[in-house]
């Protein structure tokens, strides 16, 4: 299997370290945004879209990184990633959904104003964005921190929810975001990224930034 891929994409991050988790091993392919690479002709015949992860498994091409991490879940569902019950999987697509709607857009918005504009000279950080997106960023995090009251995981077993969110905070320290008033949040995402899954994955990423 074939993964189109790049360093600095949280969508790619994720499934990187799905993958790691269930050993299931692809071969990376790097796609080059910024010299245009998403946007050659051979790369749109495979995701319309423009954009990173896809997923090439022989004639089968998939992309959204939620659908992919959800196919390499069923390759190995001894895992648990993604549970078989219905209530144990309701509660992965509530908080995945929830991330992907609510968390990620906050944060993420909130870590480019604060870190990656100015890394890749697209201007200072817009005070009004900052503001907005700061105050939406600590709504949800008191969320995240309700949820996570008395669980070492979100859904209760360590699953793709986990893994989603914790790609939302990939660049807090460099966007000086702190977790102090979420102790439960902090707990979480340190244990998220103590695992050797989530180290192999995220090591590229952290190759960019030296």
Request: glycine content about 8%; overall charge negative.
């Amino acid at each position: 299997m074939k993964l189109y891929n790049a360093n600095f994409s949280p969508n790619a991050l994720r499934v990187r370290a799905v993958a790691h988790e269930l050993g299931v091993d692809l071969e990376i392919v790097q796609v080059d945004i910024r010299a245009g690479g998403n946007r050659a002709a051979e790369f749109l015949a495979r995701n319309p879209n423009a954009k990173v992860p896809v997923l090439e498994d022989g004639n089968f091409v998939l992309w959204e990184s939620r659908a992919i991490c959800a196919y390499l879940a069923g390759l190995r569902p001894e895992a648990g990633l993604y549970p078989e019950g219905r209530k144990a999987r309701s509660l992965v697509d509530q908080w995945t959904w929830w991330q992907a709607i609510h968390l990620g857009p906050a944060m993420q918005k909130l870590s480019f104003e604060l870190f990656l504009k100015e890394k890749f000279g697209m201007g200072d950080p817009d005070p009004t964005v900052v503001e907005a997106e700061r105050k939406a960023t600590d709504q949800f995090l008191a969320v995240l921190e309700t949820g996570l009251d008395g669980k070492d995981w979100i859904a209760g077993a360590l699953s793709l929810a986990d893994f989603y969110l914790a790609t939302t905070f990939m660049y807090r320290d460099q966007a000086g975001i702190l977790l102090d008033q979420y102790p439960g949040v902090a707990s979480w995402i340190d244990r998220l990224e103590a695992r050797d899954s989530w180290q192999e994955a995220v090591a590229p990423l952290r190759a960019l930034f030296r």
